[in-house]
């Protein structure tokens, strides 16, 4: 049988999500802990790989399995061999047709920046800090030139895999909460880095280092190297993954009121 999990994770002690075999992955420590509950070797296969540093709330997950669990053993045997940065928040049975990556039809990211003029302790690695004021009416304006479909060549990363670079932003939205700034896109797919490229050009536009065309010359350059910093991975979070309708993916849990 197929199962799918919801997964959430503090990326800052990761080296990222694929199991690399000499440091520290969320793949490997996750696969350890469900060959554990299962009592056989499981290998497991995720919606989106998030790079070292980058966190999830709404990673979801799947892997194939003889053993028989009901979702809540799952869930709980699971958890009681994860670390406390890895958790577990559902399970459920999954048609065979369903793949964790290649059923999704979009993804959520949300990239969160602290500003404010004094560092946090408490938000060291989960969100990137920026001292300046950034003027968040600015960012959401120059946003909107990349909603749409749009080849995204200068907002990938040099060594990106991608065989095309043409990608659907259905939403991206910046808005301040509080002393907190978010950065949410939401697309069809992404490109590697493409968050943080992005985020990177709208900080540059909120610092005024740039006006509020620079997003549409950028993305008209096509051009990786004539493009923005790359931001750091602290503040990047994988938040949700859409999937159709019949295969009943459950919402990640605190979707509903969640700062991130």
């Known amino acids: 049988m197929k199962i799918a999990l919801g997964v959430e994770y503090d990326g800052s002690a990761f080296h990222g999500w694929q199991y690399q075999g ?30 070292s540093g980058v966190h999830a709330t709404g990673q979801v997950v799947h892997f194939e399995t003889d053993a028989e669990r009901s ?4 869930v709980l045997g699971s958890n009681a061999n994860l670390p406390l940065d890895i958790s577990i928040g559902w399970a459920k049975q999954v048609p065979a047709a369903f793949h964790a990556r290649f059923s999704a039809v979009a993804r959520r990211y949300r990239y969160l920046i602290l500003n404010r003029r004094f560092r946090s302790a408490q938000w060291r690695d989960r969100a990137v800090w920026i001292h300046r004021p950034l003027d968040e009416s600015r960012m959401q304006r120059a946003a909107q030139a990349l909603v749409g479909t749009h080849d995204f060549s200068s907002y990938r990363a040099m060594g990106c895999q991608a065989k095309h670079p043409v990608r659907t932003v259905h939403r991206l ?8 700034i978010s950065i949410e896109v939401y697309a069809n797919a992404f490109l590697h880095h493409m968050v943080r490229n992005i985020a990177g050009v709208l900080i540059a536009i909120g610092k005024g280092e740039q006006d509020e065309s620079w997003t549409q010359d950028v993305l008209e350059l096509r051009d990786r190297t004539l493009g923005g ?5 602290q503040g990047l979070y994988l938040t949700k993954v859409d999937y159709p309708q019949a295969f009943a993916i459950p ?9 991130y």
């Open 173 to 180: 939205q910046v808005e301040r909460l509080g002393e907190f």
């Open 251 to 259: 919402e990640p849990p605190g979707s509903g009121f969640c700062l």
């Open 71 to 74: 979702d809540r053993s799952w």
């Open 22 to 51: 000499d440091v520290r992955s969320v793949q490997e420590l996750l696969q350890q802990a469900l060959s554990r509950v299962a009592d056989h070797e499981v290998t497991v296969h995720c919606a989106g790989r998030t790079d």
């Open 229 to 233: 910093v790359t931001a750091p991975p």
